[in-house]
């Protein structure tokens, strides 16, 4: 079974940063995003990397802010957030599907979720 498990997440003074981890027993030809999520609003796509050629995606939103990235073992996935925004505050979650591509943000292509990390920004 594919498991991810976020972590890193937490408060933060507006300005300030925080890098969320999401440890992964994907394989290598998976495409890990990074999603965030406000109660009462749809699912966002944050972010994605292709676990094997190393491409990444990022939405305007984020652009110049947060940066994804993983480790040389491929097990983990990270999400460098700076210059934090009461905007960004939401749960975070990371997410793997089979391929990246144009349509990395599609939430409905991700079969498998983690369980999330809070991000408060205040």
């Known amino acids: 079974d594919v498991q991810l498990v976020e972590s890193g997440g937490g408060s933060v003074r507006p300005g300030g940063s925080l890098t969320l981890s999401c440890a992964t027993s994907?394989?290598?030809?998976?495409?890990m995003g990074w999603y965030r999520q406000i109660p009462g609003k749809e699912r966002e796509g944050v972010a994605a990397?292709?676990?094997?050629?190393?491409?990444?995606y990022s939405a305007d939103s984020v652009k110049g802010r947060f940066t994804i990235s993983q480790d040389n073992s491929k097990s983990t996935v990270y999400l460098q957030m700076n210059s934090l925004q009461p905007g960004d505050t939401a749960m975070y979650y990371c997410?793997?599907?089979?391929?990246?591509?144009?349509?990395?943000?599609?939430?409905?292509?991700?079969?498998?979720w983690g369980q999330g990390t809070q991000v408060t920004v205040s």
């Open positions: 997410a793997a599907k089979s391929w990246c591509g144009d349509t990395w943000y599609e939430q409905y292509e991700y079969s498998y």
């Open positions: 994907v394989g290598s030809f998976y495409c």
């Open positions: 990397i292709g676990i094997d050629d190393g491409w990444t």
